[in-house]
């Protein structure tokens, strides 16, 4: 007799952890959804800054594929080469940036927190002195931390850039998806169920062409604000015979690069060039507001409806408190691509709507049609 003779059956009975009552087992299927849920937000919170860099590769990206499908409208080359004369330009536009404004605006940054110090201590003054109660060690405290964050802006821009690694991994990774961006669409789309597959695609591509339209209108901007900031600081205030309003060159760029970031962007830079316009008088302190004024005005006026509302019409408030909430949790990165990242949860919300239009109209429809049959059927027995 073999040993297998010599022992009982291996037993088949039902496992000690199976829960018998149906109701229960829904409940702990529920418990087991949320518990996936709370984990999934916490790993999300807790990858955010993460996650947020690789959004801003995307937008990176997005930048370069504006430019390469521009430049494939005159240059029928491969892509591959597109991309590499795109970045090629603009890394000769910084360089020229720097070799002909570098020093200009090094120079003007070493001076620019005390400047600014010193005019937000004027007007502590000037408010004493209308009768405000105001404490002169808030003052001082105040003057500090401006003059110290302007200092750290204006740092940031003559060379010392804090988060070096976190810009050399958007632009890697923006490089590269740049380059083959259907290859990671169709990663993607690989993970997603093939009936909707076809949805996805259509709403990837929907997304891409809107932040392409906005991502155009904020550098549009960017670049004609700071050139015409600078015209009219430089060249306007000596025409009307005033003088050319002091750092001119540091304050064109601060507007420039602020107007990535809509609304905070321009009541920043705007507060920093009227601070210094009136340094050098009342009539120059006038004149920098008049040309804030006539900076917004083109931005707000001829910019952005030309360009980015035809793409993505955000509701101001809606951005703001989306710029507060991603700034005080992320910092100046999230705070520059709150837009961004706004424009896209409403795109994908459109297209989730018309989807699910569709559905309804094809339900409604089939809904009819079985009616139609039904009441044909009745009439043929009767």
Do not use: C
């Amino acid at each position: 007799m073999s040993d297998m003779d010599n022992h009982s059956p291996r037993s088949e009975a039902a496992s000690p952890t199976r829960i018998s009552d149906p109701k229960m087992r829904i409940e702990l299927h529920k418990a087991f959804i949320w518990t996936l849920v709370v984990g999934g937000v916490y790993l999300a919170v807790t990858i955010a800054q993460s996650i947020l860099i690789i959004f801003g590769a995307l937008v990176f990206s997005a930048m370069i594929d504006g430019g390469t499908r521009l430049l494939g409208r005159v240059l029928p080359i491969a892509r591959s080469w597109r991309v590499a004369i795109v970045l090629t330009l603009a890394t000769l536009f910084l360089l020229w940036l720097g070799y002909f404004a570098g020093t200009q605006i090094a120079e003007q940054a070493a001076a620019f927190s005390t400047l600014i110090g010193n005019q937000i201590g004027r007007v502590f003054a000037w408010a004493q002195q209308m009768g405000f109660a105001v404490d002169q060690s808030y003052i001082k405290e105040v003057i500090g931390q401006i003059s110290n964050g302007v200092g750290t802006i204006t740092r940031a821009i003559g060379g010392v850039v804090g988060g070096l690694t976190t810009m050399l991994l958007i632009a890697i990774i923006g490089i590269f998806i740049a380059i083959e961006p259907n290859l990671y669409e169709r990663g993607v789309s690989w993970m997603v169920a093939r009936e909707r597959r076809d949805n996805f695609h259509a709403t990837v591509s929907a997304m891409g062409y809107s932040l392409r339209r906005l991502l155009a209108g904020r550098l549009l901007g960017m670049g004609i604000e700071g050139v015409f900031t600078y015209l009219m600081l430089t060249f306007g205030g000596m025409a009307l015979g005033i003088g050319a309003v002091p750092m001119a060159a540091l304050l064109a760029l601060l507007t420039g690069l602020l107007a990535f970031i809509p609304n905070i962007g321009a009541l920043v830079s705007g507060a920093l060039m009227i601070l210094v316009g009136f340094s050098g008088g009342t009539e120059m302190g006038l004149y920098t507001i008049f040309v804030y004024f006539a900076v917004q005005t083109i931005d707000g006026y001829i910019l952005i409806p030309m360009i980015a509302k035809k793409a993505v019409d955000l509701a101001p408030a809606l951005v703001l408190a989306a710029q507060l909430i991603l700034g005080a949790l992320f910092g100046i990165l999230g705070l520059a691509l709150a837009d961004p990242i706004i424009a896209m949860i409403k795109v994908a919300l459109e297209r989730r709507s018309q989807h699910n239009d569709a559905d309804d109209a094809a339900r409604a429809k089939q809904i009819k049609a079985e009616q139609k049959k039904t009441a044909k059927k009745a009439t043929a027995k009767s």
